[in-house]
């Protein structure tokens, strides 16, 4: 498999190198809003470690991203009304992975509401704002 790219943007973002508007930090995760959303509060979780993937990272890293998933994943549904989420993970190019490194896609769903192409439109900052307040307030409850 292809080896980890420290210079990916999350990598960055991990760094500090590149701004993201964050919703939720632990010691081995962090969770932001993605800049272009598929839905309304569209967010990533992804862990600190460098993993390319779900195909070289540690089974524990994992299980840790799977953790706070579970707790944006409620949070998300709770800040938007959401009717549902989907969670995605896209592993390699074949699978329609973009960003190298590991992230979970978490995506608030409406009944009858198609989510949008992947990458279609750069969301409005100050939109991306407000739902990142609604989201870090859901997650405090
Ligand atoms: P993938 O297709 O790899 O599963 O998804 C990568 C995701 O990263 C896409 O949904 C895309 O919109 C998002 N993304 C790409 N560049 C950036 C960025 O600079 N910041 C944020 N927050 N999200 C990004």
Redesign the pocket.
Known sequence: MTAYDKDN??AK?LRGE?P??KVYETDRTLS???????TIG?A?VIPKVAARNILDIKPDDFAEVARVTHKVANAAKKAFDAHGITL???SEPAA?????HL?I?VLPRFTGVDLLP??SRKEDLKVLEDHATRLIAALQD
């Open positions: 943007i999350f973002i590149f993201c508007y932001f809003l993605d800049i272009m959303p598929r569209h990533l995605e993970q896209f329609g992975q973009t960003v190298f992230h896609h992947p990458a």
